[in-house]
DNA sequence: ACTGTGTTATATCATGTGTATAACAAGTGG
DNA sequence: CCACTTGTTATACACATGATATAACACAGT
């Protein structure tokens, strides 16, 4: 587990563990099934305390990227709602192309950038 | 001025300001050297508190959107640091592609939506 | 029985948000 | 000069959120 934590940050710390997970899901390194840490065991970890862990886990649940089983644990297991993720995305976007735009960055520095990132995702066919 | 505020939203009032006016910055209904109404004018509009609008206003002055003229008042003045926008503008991207490239969403629908959101934007020539 | 899961319930503290009232320095127009 | 409006600052209060701490519960595995 590469987990890491920017206690000076702005943002929240349980914000900064759904991140890093998502990330980790997108850059493949954690796939379908696998169990995450324990929220005792992650807090522990990352020294941080474990309602913080918990609280993390329950966004990525109800946000579809885990399914929690009681035996297991936190598993991760994606519910690829498509049509709601994208939504979700043009709602995020319009603002962030908005400053963008404002700053002067082309439409196709944008795709540049977007290309640049995708490349370390594999989608979920990998 | 076209500036409506959710109060349900769980994005600060402060915040939905600031986008709210750079996304009028992107749409070309602001334009460099426009004044914005003074603090207590638009708190008054919208019904809020004189101190959030200037809160707006403080933000957009220290990301560089305005400046603050104390005979005019709040001046629409871009300061077009592009390196500094690009390299925010990634980190957000990687958080924002990484959920898309777990939900299934190709490269190239993420470049569909880019071109359409960027279709109502013309850039600072305009 | 014992341990380790997630889950829930309180409580406390710090921080951020929004409001309210007030005052100040400075420019504008009568 | 005077009244008015500008941004700005200070203080105070209520409320929500983030993070911690301690504790307990139901359930599964050994």
């Known amino acids: ?10 943002e929240a710390l349980y914000i900064q563990l ?3 997970i998502i990330l980790g899901i997108a850059t493949n390194r954690f796939h379908e099934g696998d169990v995450l840490p324990s929220v005792r065991q992650l807090a522990d ?4 305390n474990m309602h913080t862990v918990n609280k993390a886990y329950t966004v990525l649940k109800q946000e579809g990227f885990v ?6 644990g936190a598993v991760i297991a994606i519910d690829a709602n498509r049509l709601e993720a994208i939504e979700e995305m043009r709602v995020e976007l319009k603002v962030l192309l908005a ?4 700053r002067n960055i082309s439409r196709e520095e944008v795709h540049a950038l977007i290309d640049e990132i995708y490349e ?3 989608g979920l066919s990998q």
């Open 1 to 10: 587990m590469i987990l890491e934590l920017n206690f000076n940050s702005d």
């Open 67 to 72: 399914k929690v089983d009681r035996r297991k």
């Open 99 to 102: 400053k963008a735009s404002c």
């Open 45 to 48: 970890a990352v020294g941080i």
């Open 120 to 122: 370390e995702y594999g």
């Open 18 to 20: 759904r991140n890093q």
